[in-house]
Structures are given as C-alpha cells and as structure tokens.
C-alpha cells in the first residue's frame, strides 16, 4: 500500500479484467479464486511497459487457442500495448502447483505441522518458479517486481484452474 499523501505510481495495473468471450465462466470455486487473484494483484503491483510509455493500465485478458492476451488500456480504455503470452510454458509448473497445493490442504486435515511446513515450502517454491517464468516470458516487454509476477501467476493458474488437478 502506498501512503494517501504520496502520489500513485503512474507503473501499476488500477483494473483487470477478463474477457467473458474467450475465458468461460468457471465453477464458484474457481470464480472465487479468479476474484482474489485479481483483488491481491490491483491491491499491490509495479507495472510498466518496458516502451516508457507510463500508465496506471487497465489490464483486459483474453484467450486466443493457448496464448493469454495481455491487452493494456490507459484510464480511459484506449488501447496502448497488446502482448500475447503462451501458457504453453506454465503447463507442467501449474499443474505440480495443484498437486502441491492439494497435498498441503491434505495435510492440514491430517498431518504433524513438520510435514505441512515441509509441502508449504514445496509449494512456495513452485510459486517462485511460476513468478521466474512470468518475468521470463514478459521480459523486453513488461517490467515488474518479483511480488507482482507471483501475483500474475497466480492469477494465470486461477484463470486456467479446471478442477481436475486437485
């Protein structure tokens, strides 16, 4: 959080959202997941456009096949940078990311605190890998700090969550 008597950094995302079109709409859980992904991400991030071209943005995602569409807006909703993200890449990360955080959950019903901390380092970790690969696959493009790429991650897996792998 910045303080009131500071000004806003003009490199931050102020919205996200998701067109309808090409994304479903998911179960409640996954809806539910969509919407903290996006809260903790507009809540705290460093966004800029490695162009100088300064913000806030509006970020819009969209599928096109298995590429994320980011399409970023200025505040009033005119079009200033397109870039399209395989998800290729995050597949395997994601899906252990699910097992991993299936396993946590798991061991929270049932497991001695050691073995929950041992799976919530795991689990973080491949956090981390997820926040390294968006750095990698936006680099020359977008810049953020390490904090905003895991947020972006998690926004990734929430969007492309299907249930199954937990």
Not at 13 to 33: C, K, M, W
């Amino acid at each position: 959080m910045t303080d009131q008597n500071e000004p806003a950094s003009p490199y931050r995302l102020i919205s996200v959202t998701i067109d309808e079109s090409t994304i479903a709409r998911g179960t409640p859980d996954q809806e539910h997941e969509r919407k903290i992904a996006i809260y903790d991400l507009i809540e705290s991030n460093i966004f800029e456009l490695e162009n100088g071209r300064a913000g806030p943005y509006a970020l819009h995602l969209g599928l096109n096949g298995n590429r994320l569409v980011f399409d970023l807006r200025d505040e009033q909703g005119q079009p200033i940078f397109a870039h399209v993200l395989a998800l290729s890449p995050f597949r395997m990360v994601i899906k252990d990311y699910f097992m991993i955080c299936a396993s946590y959950y798991d061991a929270i019903r049932n497991a001695s605190a050691e073995k929950i901390e041992a799976i919530d380092m795991a689990r973080r970790g491949l956090h981390n890998e997820g926040a390294e690969l968006v750095n990698d696959r936006l680099k020359g493009k977008i810049k953020t700090d390490f904090d905003t790429s895991r947020r972006i991650f998690t926004l990734i897996a929430a969007l492309v969550w299907t249930g199954r792998e937990t």
